[in-house]
């Protein structure tokens, strides 16, 4: 068995190269844009949606909501899986409590 020889330089070339495109490759962007307008009931069908959805592994509610909307209910919404913001009061209080969170669903 002969060793191998390995580039550092040249691996961290690459790696370092442009990182958005690797990103982009690996992932698909799943966005969810709910004019400022809308309404508590449409705001929570697109978290319903982004929760059931299987090709979504996790996904973050933009924060600040425009005035008209409470954040808390929304928050409250998402699914404790999905909650790649960790800001679900669950997922919140566990990240205080330095106790393991949210962890995104696999995407097969």
Same mark, same amino acid.
């Given at each position: 068995?002969? @060793?191998? &020889?390995?580039?550092? #330089?040249? !691996? ?6 442009? *990182? ?5 490759? &690996? ?19 697109? !978290? ?6 299987? @090709?979504?592994?996790?996904? &973050? ?7 008209? %909307?409470?954040?808390? *209910? !929304? %928050? ?12 679900? *009061? ?14 995104? #669903?696999? !995407?097969?």
């Amino acid at each position: 068995m002969s @060793a191998t &020889i390995l580039d550092g #330089k040249a !691996v961290q070339r690459e790696i370092f190269e442009d *990182p958005c495109a690797r990103v982009r490759e &690996i992932f698909e962007d799943l966005r969810a844009r709910v004019a400022a307008q809308t309404t508590r009931a449409r705001l929570e069908a697109v !978290v319903d949606e982004l929760n059931a959805d299987p @090709a979504c592994p996790g996904f &973050i509610v933009q924060l600040p909501l425009p005035g008209h %909307l409470d954040a808390g *209910p !929304v %928050l409250e919404r998402v699914d404790l899986a999905t909650d790649a913001g960790g800001l679900h *009061p669950v997922n919140l209080g566990r990240l205080l409590l330095g106790e393991p969170g949210p962890r995104a #669903k696999s !995407v097969r």
